[in-house]
């Protein structure tokens, strides 16, 4: 196969130098991007190589079974992970190409940021973690498990920014100002991966180390707060009276009128910026979904009967057969004995058979499970048992509130 010749190559890093001649001085450009491995290819740049290895991870396309709010509603229009990932990218493009900042990394850190998370939501990643403590003293959280998917399981040799983007996407908290935080290397990075896992307290302190993982952080939640809001009221039919605190109560109005101010508020500056005003009506807006939607019984039943023993069960079970090795267990049938797995596991543990190892293996599994396999997993396992007919999901010709 032909390759290169050097007058190519240099043509080629001159149309994305020309290219970057345009960002903002704030912007990440390709000359500042940190790979552990060196990684040539004149076609792309670095970060636009990072967005096609995470398209490319076997898990990614699993988003697609994996649900955000409403987890028991057989309704094709109801947000599901994949679809979010993807409209977080658009709003995060749209405000990264008004601020003249690196799209490729913006797309990058978009369609990676919930590749770590659980099936059912928050709440499997909250059952799954107090299951993980438990055995482990240590905390699971789906930023950081996708750091793990991505940069220790599957290798995928990303850039720290990208990285870095990932672990610090949680916008759980509205915040007035974005400030990138100051830039890291592999090793400073890898060490504050680790204290995620330690120390409850260091989720919370997490800022992006770039203006383009502030762009993300932000664009997550005006993603899904009004996306939320149009599941509930208009595919679930739920009624609720939710209000319009000076943002819109529209999935289109939140999402225009915040990213404008946003833009307007943050043009030629080092960190993201919105007014006050669209900062108390965000603020509010979020906090009002909270208590009508994320608490109502339509996302909440079912989780704790149900759902939550059927964690519980599924680890223990997994934990004690991957002990004993016993090889017709599904985490060997259905995780293990995928080629390419097994073939990360042995580089990454060898022969190793710690405990901690074992836990995060099943913890590997079931993250990386669907909804679906969730449940046809404790289904297969447990026929007979009664949890299974907790779990009941309203059918497409169902009232959907009954």
Known sequence: MKNFTSAQKEQLNKITERTEELYSPYACKSAQAIRKEGYSDYTRPPFAVDADKIIHCPVFNRGSDKTQVFSFYKNDDITRRSSHIQLVSRIAR???????????????????????????????????????????????????????????????????????????????????????????????????????????????????STMEGCVVRLSDMVAYLGKDRQDALYRLKIPLELHDFGI???????????????????????????????????????????????????????????????????????????DRGDKTSLIYLNYLNDGIISKNYKELYGDKKTDLILNDVVCDFIASMTDDYFLEAYRYLYPDDSLNKKVKFVGYFDKPCD
């Open 94 to 208: 749209t405000i990264g190409r008004a601020l003249r900042l690196n799209l490729d990394l913006i797309e990058a850190i978009a369609i990676g940021h919930d590749v770590g998370h659980t099936p059912f939501g928050h709440k499997g990643e909250w059952y799954l973690s107090e299951l993980y403590n438990k055995h482990t003293g240590r905390y699971f959280n789906h930023n950081v498990h996708g750091v793990r998917v991505l940069h220790t399981i599957f290798n995928s040799k990303l850039t720290v920014q990208t990285l870095d983007g990932i672990l610090c996407h949680c916008g759980e908290k509205v915040n007035g100002e974005y400030r990138p935080a100051e830039p890291k290397s592999f090793d400073e990075f890898e060490k504050l991966v680790e204290r995620c896992y330690t120390d409850r307290e260091e989720i919370g302190k997490l800022h992006p």
């Open 248 to 322: 819109g109560s529209s999935n289109r109005d939140i999402i225009k009128n915040v990213v404008e101010d946003l833009v307007a508020n943050s043009m030629d500056k080092p960190y993201l910026s919105l007014s006050p005003d669209v900062y108390d009506a965000l603020k509010l807006t979020k906090d009002e979904n909270y208590e009508k939607i994320y608490q109502s019984k339509q996302a909440t039943a079912q989780y704790e009967d149900g759902v939550k023993p059927m964690f519980s069960r599924l680890y223990e079970r997994f934990l004690d057969e991957l």
